[in-house]
C-alpha cells in the first residue's frame, strides 16, 4: 500500500502538471506592475468592458492600440504550399505590442505612450523569420504539402481537432500555438506542452 | 497489487501523445531530445524540433532554422566524368552540414542560450555520420541539375522525369533530394529505398543498365570473408546494384565514389567464388596474368580508347553497368565484354567495341608499355592489330577468315573459314577455369601449354594449345608440310620456330614468303651458307627454304 500512494502522489502531480490550472496572474502577460502600466490592472492593457475597438473583426473588447504597419515581411520557403499574406485576424492584436511599432502603454485611447517592445519577445516588422501565420490551413493544404496533418481529422490533444481547436476562421494564427492568457501554465504561453516537440508535432507530420 | 497495475496504465496511457504518428521524426535517430531512440541524444533537453527549427527569431533561412552554418570550406567531389558542377554546399545541404561535418556543437541553437548538453559529447561522433568537411569521398550536392546537364551526361534522367518523392530543390541536388530528415522509413533517412538502388535509379539511368547482371543477379554472398556488401542489408547482387561497387559517402576511393580505393578490389570482393560462381581473384595469383594489383589510380573512366599510359584494371576490358552471362560468337563481344571502349581493325576509336578483338587493341595494338614480340624473328612487329590485318600474306583468323584454304589438320568444328577470339589461345589454362586473359600459369596468359624452348621432346602436352585447334596426328602426320615430323619431333623444333603466330603484316612480308605464317626466329634459325634466310611458297603444300638450323644448312630445301 505504501507503494500505491507513492504512484498516487506521483500521477496527482503529473496528472496536474498536464492538465494544469494555471492563470494570467504572474504570467508574462501580467502587466500589472509594470512600471508603465499607471492602472495596476492586469486586463485593461487589452480589454476594455466598453467602447472597445472594433476595427478588427471578432476582436474581444479590444483595448490597445493597433499597429498601422502597411506591410509586413512574411516568411518564404521554396517548399511551402501555403501563401502567407499579411497578417489579419486575431494576430493583427498580438502584433499591435509585438511588432514593436505602438507603445505599450497605448492603450484605452492613450497614443502618446513612448515604451515599446524589447527583447525576445519582439517580432518586429520582419516577420520572415518566424513561423508563418494568418494561413489558412485545410484539408487540401495538408494534402498538397504531405508533412501536415488533416486539420479536420487530427485529433490536437486539446479536445477535439486541430480545426477546431487551433484554429480560428480555419486559418493558423498566433493563437494556434499560443493562449495568451496561460491558462496552460507552460513557458512560453504555449496551448499545450512542447516536450517532445508534441506542439510541433501536432500539425507537422514530420 | 492489481491495483497498482491498474494505475501504471492508466498513467501510461494519460502520458501516451494523443496521436502517435506510424513514422515520426520522434522514432528516428534524429530526435536528439532526451527521448531520442539513438545513442546521439541530449542530456535532458526534451523538445525535438528546436535542434533544427525555431518558430520565432529563426536564421533568416528556410525552413525556420535554428542554427548557424559551420563557416567551413569544404574539398568537393571531382571526377573526370562529371559534368555537373559542384559547388560550395548551399540550400539544405548547409543545414544538415551543420551537424554532419562534425564542426558545429550539436546542441548549439540560436534560441538557447547555451550549448544543450548531448550524452556523447558535443560534436557528431566520428562515423558514417560525420562527414567532415572533405567531401570528396560523397556524392557531390548543391549543383544545378537541368535538362543541359542531363544531356551532357548522357546517363541522367531529365529533371522534369525525375520520380517524386526524389526531388530537386530550387533546380539543384542536396542533402534533402535523396533524404527525409524527417522520417527514417526506408533507413538512412531515404525517402526511396535503396534496395535495388531503386533511389539511384531515381535520377541515374545508366546505359546498359538494365540488363547487366549486376543489376539481375539473383546470387548471395556464401558467408567466407570479406563481406562483399558491409554497408547495404541487401542479400543479393541486384538488391545490392550500385552499391555492389559504389559507396554514396564516405566511400574508400573518392574516384567515382567506389567502395575500395584499390580498384579491382571492388570487383574481386564477388567475383573471387563467393558471390560469383567463378573464381577471377584465383586467376589473378598466376604466374603471368593483366596484372591488375599493379596499378593504382592510373586508369581514368574518360581516358581515350587507346590506352596511352601503361596499365590494366578489370574496366579497362568490362563494362560494370553492362557486363552479364550472354554467348556470342567470334568476332563478336559477349556479355561480358559488353559496353566497353575499343580500337578497330582500322585503328579508330569505337564505343562500345563490337568485335572482341577492339577491346585487346586498346593496349596491344601500339600503347607505351604493351609488351614487345615474345620471339625475335625475320619481320618484327609489336602491333598485333597490323599482325592480325586481313590484307596481310598469313595471321590467325581473329580480325577476318584466315587466307589459307587448305588447313587440313583442323579439329572439326574449325574450318578455313572459322573466326576465333584472342581468348581461344589466351586466357585461363585449367578446366572449368573462367574465360578470358585474366591469369594462367602458362607464359602470355595462354590457355595451354605452348613450348617455345628448343630441342623440346614432341608431346600432345608440349604444344597442347596448337593441338587443340590442329590435329596432332595430322600435323606430325606430315599431311600438309611434309616434313613436319621430321622438324618437331625429329629435331625437337618448337612450332614458333618457324611460325609467327599472329601474323604477318603486308607492309612488311608478303604471299611469297610469309604464307602459313612462316617469320624464322632469329635466335634459332640463321642464314644459310649463301647468306638467305627466307621460305618460298611454290603453292599448294610446297615450298623451299634458304636458313641454317640445327646445323644444318638449308640452301634451299625445298619439298
Known sequence: MKKLRLLLFISIILVSSKFGYSQITGSSHDFSGQSWNTTTEICVVCHTPHNANTSVLNAPLWNHGLSNVASYTMYTSATMNSTAGQPDGSSKLCLSCHDGTVALENFGGVTTGTHLMTGGALMGTDLSNDHPISITYDAALAAADGGLFNPTTTQSGLGGTITNTMLIGGKMQCSSCHDVHNSAGINGLLLKSNSASALCLTCHNK | MKRLRILSCVLIILWLPSTLPSQSIVNTKHNLSVSGPGTVKATSETEICLFCHTPHNSRPVAPLWNRNDPGSNYTLYTSSTLQAVPGQPDGTSILCLSCHDGTVALGNV?????????????????????????????????????????????????????????????????????????????????????????????????????????????????GTAPNPWPYTPWTTVAQNACENCHNPHNSGGNKMLLQYQTEENNCLNCHNGNVATKNISAQFAKAYKHNISGYLDVHDANEAAQVTTMHVECVDCHNPHAAKNLAATAPSVNGFLTGVKGIDQNGVAVNPAVNSYEICYRCHAGSPGSPAAATPRVIVQNNVRMEFAPGNPSYHSVAAAGVNTNVPSLIAPWTTSSRMYCTDCHASDGTGSPAGPHGSIYPHILKRQYSTTDNTTESAAAYALCYGCHNRTSIIGDVSFKEHSKHIVGEKTPCNTCHDPHGINSTQGNSTNNTNLINFWTTIVSNSSGGIRRFDDQGLYKGRCYLTCHGTNHNPYSY
Open chain 2, 110 to 222: 540560436l534560441s538557447r542560450t547555451s550549448n544543450i548538453n548531448m550524452a556523447t559529447g558535443n560534436f557528431m561522433p566520428s562515423g558514417v555520420s560525420n562527414l567532415g568537411t572533405n567531401l570528396r569521398n560523397d556524392h557531390p550536392v548543391s549543383f544545378l541539375y537541368n535538362a543541359a546537364l542531363a544531356a551532357a551526361d548522357g546517363q541522367l534522367r531529365n529533371p522534369s522525369t525525375i520520380p517524386p518523392p526524389v526531388t530537386l530543390k530550387s533546380g539543384k541536388v542536396q542533402c534533402t533530394s535523396c533524404h527525409d530528415p524527417h522520417k527514417n522509413i526506408n533507413a538512412d533517412f531515404l525517402w526511396v529505398t535503396s534496395q535495388n538502388s531503386n533511389l539511384c535509379n531515381s535520377c541515374h539511368q545508366r546505359t546498359y543498365w538494365t540488363t547487366s547482371s549486376h543489376n539481375t543477379s539473383i546470387k548471395t554472398w556464401n
